[in-house]
Structures are given as C-alpha cells and as structure tokens.
C-alpha cells in the first residue's frame, strides 16, 4: 500500500512530468506530435481511424523494459512512492493518447487537450474524477466536456488524476507478485501494462475524435 498521502507537490510533479515528457518527449523518444506524424504522413493507411487502430495496435504490441524508460536522460527523480515500472506504463500511456489527439486533429500543446490526455490514463474512471467536481461526462469522456474550464479549473483535474495515479501504487497484484517469481510476474505485468494500454488508446480515441 502507497506508505503515505501524496503531497500536491508530489502530484505535480508526476503530472508535469507525464506530459512534459511523455507527450513532448525526452531522449531517444519522440513526442506524441512527432510518433502520430508518422502514421499521419504514411499513405499506407485509408482513414484517421486506421491510422489510429494501428497505433494502438504497434504501441500496445511494444514492450519497453523498465531500465530502458527509467534511464532516459531527463527523466525527473520520481517520488518514492511511485515504482518505476508503474511510472513508464503511464510515460508510454501518455505518449500513445497524444498522439491519438495529434491524429485526431487537437494540439497537444492545449491546457484542455493535456487536461484530457491524463484523463484517458484512467480509462472509464476518468468520468468519475469529472463527476466529482460537477461535471456531466455523458457515456464517454469527450474533449469538449472540459472546452470552457479555467486554467484554475483544469489544474484542479490534473491533481485529482494524479492523485488516482498514486493510488495504483497501493493496488495488490502485479507490484508484489514480481517480487515473488520475478519470471511469471513479468509475464502478468506485461500481460497487464498491455491491456491497460489498450484501453487507455481506446479511450484517447473516444474522447478526441471529433
């Protein structure tokens, strides 16, 4: 279990964090705008859509180790609290949304699109974090939901995301397991970073299609 209650610094620096590096890139990875540039430009693909189901399907077939991600240079020290196998699921779950928007005509470089781009990191819960400052999310989270907010309003959602994200590191499973039989806790975790990533692209797709 997360041994102690985040602090806002804590959750904004994992916020800022995911998105200035994992939407704007840092080291050898490309930023969303430049990752769906190359599903954009490709006349391989017939549709938006396409190109957005095969991004899914390539980022969610990648398998990034751990060291891999956590040794780029630039990456901030992160909180104790948050393990780093956790953390580079959420850098490439970021990545992946943005680019979904990038394709779907948003700029990532918007308070609004970023806003929602966390958002997608929680999937359906993402709902719930609107609902809880009063906001109808309908059956879908959608881009527009949040289009007239405050900057002091968007800042208010960023926090409570990433107060859900810290909350992941408490969840029993995966985290424990590894410890255990490092080998089959791999295959779980990856199994599991797999089908998260998958949602995560499946939700950016909902939210910012227009």
């Known amino acids: 279990m997360v041994e102690k209650v985040p602090s806002s610094g804590d959750l904004g620096r994992v916020v800022r964090s995911l998105l200035s590096q994992g939407v704007d890139g840092v080291g050898p990875l490309c930023s969303s705008t430049e990752l769906a540039n190359e599903y954009r430009f490709d006349e391989g693909y017939r549709s938006t859509q396409a190109r957005v189901d095969a991004l899914i399907r390539w980022e969610t077939?990648?398998?990034?180790?751990?060291g891999?991600?956590?040794?780029?240079?630039?990456?901030v020290t992160l909180p104790a609290t948050i393990p780093s196998s956790l953390?580079?699921?959420?850098?490439?779950?970021?990545?992946?949304?943005?680019?979904?928007?990038?394709?779907?005509?948003h700029r990532v470089e918007e308070d609004r699109v970023r806003t929602m781009i966390l958002l997608c990191l929680l999937g359906n819960a993402g709902k719930e974090v609107l609902k809880?400052?009063?906001?109808?999310?309908?059956?879908?989270?959608?881009?527009?939901?949040?289009?007239?907010?405050?900057?002091?309003?968007?800042?208010?959602?960023?926090?409570?995301?990433?107060?859900?994200?810290?909350?992941?590191?408490g969840e029993k499973g995966v985290i424990n397991l590894t410890k255990v039989v490092p080998v089959a806790g791999g295959?779980?975790?990856?199994?599991?970073?797999?089908?998260?990533?998958?949602?995560?692209?499946?939700?950016?797709?909902?939210s910012f299609k227009k």
């Open 68 to 75: 891999f991600i956590t040794g780029l240079g630039g990456l």
């Open 132 to 169: 809880d400052i009063g906001v109808k999310a309908g059956n879908r989270l959608a881009v527009n939901a949040i289009q007239k907010f405050s900057g002091k309003t968007l800042t208010e959602i960023n926090k409570r995301v990433g107060f859900r994200l810290f909350a992941k590191t």
């Open 87 to 105: 953390y580079a699921s959420y850098f490439l779950q970021a990545r992946l949304a943005g680019a979904i928007a990038v394709l779907h005509g």
């Open 61 to 66: 077939a990648k398998n990034f180790g751990t």
């Open 187 to 206: 295959v779980v975790g990856g199994t599991i970073d797999a089908v998260a990533c998958r949602v995560v692209g499946r939700t950016a797709d909902k």
